[in-house]
């Protein structure tokens, strides 16, 4: 059987609803329904404070942090959960300045995902060392790499349009420039092969919500090289980061490795839930999955090009600078997804005017992907959007 069958069935997906949004957040899996029900059943109702020795709670997120870093070729022992990605850009963005002491440009583009530049700039302001958050085009950033940055921070999947950046070739350039390389890998754990180690990569970072289907509010992930795991110095310096948080020191001293880069108590429920997800990847091949998304996208974009004329593709026609997200702009872009998802079509809009499209092959199929081109079409057709109910702003869009 084709694996992509097996894996779709093992998600719940709602009767008559095609789901394109898994870039933004996951689908649930049964086995997370289950073991989440089973873990606070058995452990939470029944051993209660017991659970963190008994049942491993405390060694959970470097354990199930090492599951994950197998999707992103990082090291064993070099990947840790907790807390969510804002926080984590922090923790990775501090210890990266510290390695560059003498140095003041943060190197960033105007594809990040404003929340990372947003921690830059509250960090810049706590540090007051006359650093500088330069934001240049994402095609500017190889000309930019010059000998005062300090960090290039960038995120390899632009979230509106799917652009996807080198990651081997800017890292490489940034440490030709003497800069640190921090990786923020929200659309592409998941998404697209990543190779940290191989790559050089120096911080990296990312979320479990989106393509790796840890639910809302999943926990983030830091990873930190090896060659500087024992040597970055936490600006978020929680007990649980401590190299003996049971010791109730009360001066902070950093625990081995990565373990210094947790900070509090960890998310145990939710760390639960991704576990049961990670046993659905493990079931993958990252470079099938990748092949099947290549496929599907190239497949979408045909069918809504032929069918809708009036949208214009705002995501690299080039598979190989792409993510996996195909977008498409349109001025009146939110009334034409909110009639999509009204037709039981869910993908998401982002401003100013792009209709964002996620391709999961893990339980997406061709027959989501011509739903969604058909249905569009007759949206666009028949101006199915042109209603003031398909206008109004939710918080969320
Ligand atoms: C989704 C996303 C975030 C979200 O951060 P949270 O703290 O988890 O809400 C941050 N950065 C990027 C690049 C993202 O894609």
Redesign the pocket.
Known sequence: MDIFKKTRAMFHLPEGMTYLDGN?LGPLPYAAQDRVDAMMRDQWGEMLITGWNKAGWMEQPSRVGDRLGKLIGAETGHVVLGD????K?YQALASALELKPDRKVILSDSG??P??LYMAEGLIRMLDRGLELRVVAPEDVEASLGDDIAVMML?QVD?RSGRMHDMNRLTELAHKAGAIAVW?L??SAGAVPVDLAAANVDFAVG?T??YLNSGPGGP?FIYVAPRHAEVVNPALSGWLGHASPFAFDLNYKPGAGIERMRVGTPPVIQIAALEAALDIWEMVDMADVRARAVELSELFINEVETRCPELTLASPRDAAQRGSQVSFAHEEGYAIMQALIAHGVIGDFRAPDILRFGITPLYVGEDDILRAATTLQEIMEGQLWDRDAYRIRSRVT
């Open positions: 933004s969510t990605l804002s926080i850009v990040n995902f929340s990372d995120t979230y923020d929200a659309h979320c919500y989106k983030a």
